[in-house]
């Protein structure tokens, strides 16, 4: 159940929070969001809430006639695919083999394919894209990417349900495009700002576009969000493929998939009003909607079926949400502890070195503790425990 927040001493927008604990860092910009003159009704911070870069991560905001690209953020169309299919479980050497055979077939990191997947796209046709400014200028750039992980929290978990099936979820984005997007018209938004004398100061990393550039915002965004589902599903089209060739399954016709998108801004009707609800790091959690809430590495994730929580905006949160930073998760984590949490529950992963400590276990919250701070957001259909984790 949620809880209610006023900046102290001011009556301004309230804030309804989900989460038991919330870090200073993050409380502190959602009291500069609700201060916001164009803000609606309050602000619905989730279980999973950490800090972000201007909007706290895991939060859902509502504005009236203005957009802020930092409240959807630079991974624009961010979401997680999962994947069940017809695998009653798996060997241990055929889970080795598969975890061999994406990490040869599907770059991470910085990486981006030698050449084109020969998975066909028509998103890529560039009569979709020419009229868009920045996507089109990453148009080359962006058909190397299509098929790719990315890196930071982005993964490939192969999971078995309480029944023994096997899953596929993907955690991935819409890679460098997104990213070049977001920057573009935050800096166009702190150029109008200054323009027009905005009075939101411009330390609070809050500029928001007028009309005209919003909808060209809104023109780039909607690619970003349909480049991100195409790339999540590229990455599973080469992997059931791979399952295929390999005899680990006869065919790909009977798997059932969900996509959740976390990162976007869209028109919604919400108490009465008209109004741009940008989710960062949150899902849509309406009644007739399932969504995926992946835990930390080692840990469980959750599908679920939303419950039309009016207070969260019809949304749950989109992870377990971080902890710690990833310089202090690197510093504080003992490397030995957080390899034996995955160890003595035979997960393989590929967190092998300290460096890879800002995505082990404890740099994250508990999934556990989330889904009960959110029990009025999402009801829990399919837990899903992971056999191996590959992470960008």
Same mark, same amino acid.
């Given at each position: 159940?949620? #809880? ?10 309230? *804030? ?7 870090? $200073? ?41 203005? !957009? ?21 479980? *798996? ?14 077939? !599907? ?11 020969? *998975?066909? =796209?028509?998103?890529?046709?560039? &009569?979709?894209? /020419? ?25 490939? &978990? ?9 899953? !596929? ?8 495009? +997104? ?7 935050? %800096?166009?938004?702190?150029? =109008?700002? %200054? ?24 023109? &780039? ?7 991100? %589902? ?9 992997? $059931? ?10 065919? *790909?016709? @009977? ?6 998108? @976390?990162?976007?801004? #869209? $028109?919604?009707?919400?108490? +009465?009003?008209?109004?741009?609800? @940008? ?16 835990? /930390? ?9 939303? #419950? =039309? ?5 019809? =949304? ?5 949400? #971080? ?15 957080? !390899? ?53």
């Amino acid at each position: 159940m949620e #809880r209610v927040f006023y900046n102290p001493g001011k009556k301004e927008m309230p *804030i309804k929070v989900w989460a038991k604990d919330i870090e $200073l860092g993050a409380m502190s910009q959602a009291f500069n969001v609700a201060k916001l003159p164009f803000a609606f009704k309050h602000l619905a911070l989730m279980p999973d809430v950490h800090q972000g870069y201007g909007v706290p991560i895991g939060s859902v905001f509502a504005s009236k006639n203005v !957009i802020i690209p930092n409240a959807v953020g630079v991974d624009i169309g961010c979401g997680v695919l999962a994947c069940k299919t017809n695998m009653n479980g *798996i060997s241990k050497d055929d889970l080795i083999k598969l975890v061999h055979l994406i990490k040869r077939d !599907i770059p991470t990191g910085t990486n981006h394919r030698n050449q084109q997947t020969k *998975i066909a =796209s028509n998103l890529m046709r560039w &009569e979709f894209i /020419s009229p868009l400014k920045i996507c089109s200028q990453e148009y080359q750039s962006m058909q190397y990417q299509l098929g790719t992980l990315g890196g930071g929290n982005h993964f490939i &978990e192969i999971q078995l349900d309480q029944n023994g099936f096997v899953w !596929i979820m993907i955690h991935s984005g819409s890679r460098n495009l +997104g990213y070049k997007v977001a920057n573009y018209y935050n %800096k166009v938004a702190i150029s =109008s700002n %200054k323009r027009w004398f905005s009075g939101v100061p411009l330390e609070h990393e809050l500029a928001f576009l007028p009309a005209e550039e919003a909808n060209k915002y809104l023109a &780039e965004m909607n690619f970003c969000i349909s480049f991100a %589902k195409e790339n999540r599903a590229v990455m599973l089209q080469i992997i $059931l493929e791979n399952l295929v060739d390999n005899g680990m399954m006869h065919d *790909i016709s @009977h798997v059932n998939k969900i996509d959740s998108v @976390h990162n976007f801004v #869209r $028109l919604e009707n919400h108490f +009465g009003n008209n109004v741009w609800i @940008h989710r960062k790091g949150a899902t849509v959690a309406k009644k007739d909607t399932l969504c995926v809430i992946p835990g /930390s590495s080692g840990t469980a994730s959750y599908i679920c079926q939303g #419950r =039309s929580n009016k207070e969260s905006y019809y =949304s749950c949160s989109h992870g377990a949400g #971080r902890t710690m930073s990833r310089t202090q998760a690197k510093k504080d984590l003992n490397f030995n502890e957080q !390899i034996k949490l995955l160890n003595d529950k035979n997960i393989l992963h590929d967190i092998n070195d300290a460096s890879k400590l800002d995505e082990a276990p404890h740099a994250y919250k508990n999934i556990d503790v989330v889904m009960k701070n959110q029990e009025d957001l999402v009801k829990i259909v399919t837990k899903l425990q992971p056999i191996a984790v590959i992470k960008g």
